[in-house]
T-cell receptor
Framework: EAQVTQNPRYLITVTGKKLTVTCSQN?????MSWYRQDPGLGLRQIYY???????DKGDVPEGYKVSRKEKRNFPLILESPSPNQTSLYFC???????????FGPGTRLTVL | GNSVTQMEGPVTLSEEAFLTINCTYT??????LFWYVQYPGEGLQLLLK?????DKGSNKGFEATYRKETTSFHLEKGSVQVSDSAVYFC??????????????FGKGITLSVRP
């Protein structure tokens, strides 16, 4: 089954404790993105990647890092999480620049 | 920059009622337009899309027409069901921005359909 998976689905942590949210897709897509969803703001792009070892900032990159060492994986790293990063995070992938994006199920992160 | 404006919600309808959710956009280039749906506890799923002016996207009884003259992409369904209860997002992908062509989302609107 074609899908985007994320782990963990739920995470509660404390300020400053480094964490990683994993994202993996099995569709051989070149393009992957991370979004955060906040009430009243819709979804905003954090980072994106056009292929292995090619990443760039989206609209709200502050406080986040990503890496793309393999085509299927695109982890999101929070080196020192803060409460304003409490949000619902989605990973997405697509084949070409203008094709449909497929979304993962989301990771609900709470930073205390 | 690009932006998407959706009508304010939430929206509550009775089963079999007619649905319209308004969406207007601003884009620097030639966007593709999308409606995504998010069911409770799930990720976003593409509902329908249109890639050029006057295209009509349709799926599961939902329709939306790409209106360049009014920069709109309103979502309609003739008879809603309880199972349509979800959050609906209008979005655009602007080809002018090149390789990223990220999705710019509206704020989303919650639809509740009562039996």
């Amino acid at each position: 089954e074609a899908q985007v998976t994320q782990n963990p689905r739920y995470l509660i942590t404390v300020t400053g404790k480094k964490l990683t949210v994993t994202c993996s897709q099995n569709m051989n897509h070149e393009y992957m993105s991370w979004y955060r969803q906040d009430p009243g703001l819709g979804l905003r792009q954090i980072y994106y990647s056009m292929n292995v070892e090619v990443t760039d900032k989206g609209d709200v990159p502050e406080g986040y890092k990503v890496s793309r060492k393999e085509k299927r994986n695109f982890p999101l790293i929070l080196e020192s999480p803060s409460p304003n990063q409490t949000s619902l995070y989605f990973c997405a992938s697509r084949r070409g620049a203008y094709n449909e994006q497929f979304f993962g199920p989301g990771t609900r992160l709470t930073v205390l | 920059g690009n932006s998407v404006t959706q009508m304010e919600g939430p929206v509550t309808l009775s089963e079999e009622a007619f649905l319209t959710i308004n969406c207007t956009y601003t884009a620097t280039g030639y966007p593709s337009l999308f409606w995504y749906v998010q069911y409770p506890g799930e990720g976003l799923q593409l509902l329908l899309k249109a890639t050029k002016a006057d295209d009509k996207g349709s799926n599961k009884g939902f329709e939306a027409t790409y209106r360049k003259e009014t920069t709109s992409f309103h979502l309609e369904k003739g008879s809603v069901q309880v199972s349509d209860s979800a959050v609906y997002f209008c979005a655009l992908s602007d080809h002018y921005t090149g390789a990223n062509s990220k999705l710019t989302f509206g704020k989303g609107i919650t639809l509740s359909v009562r039996p």
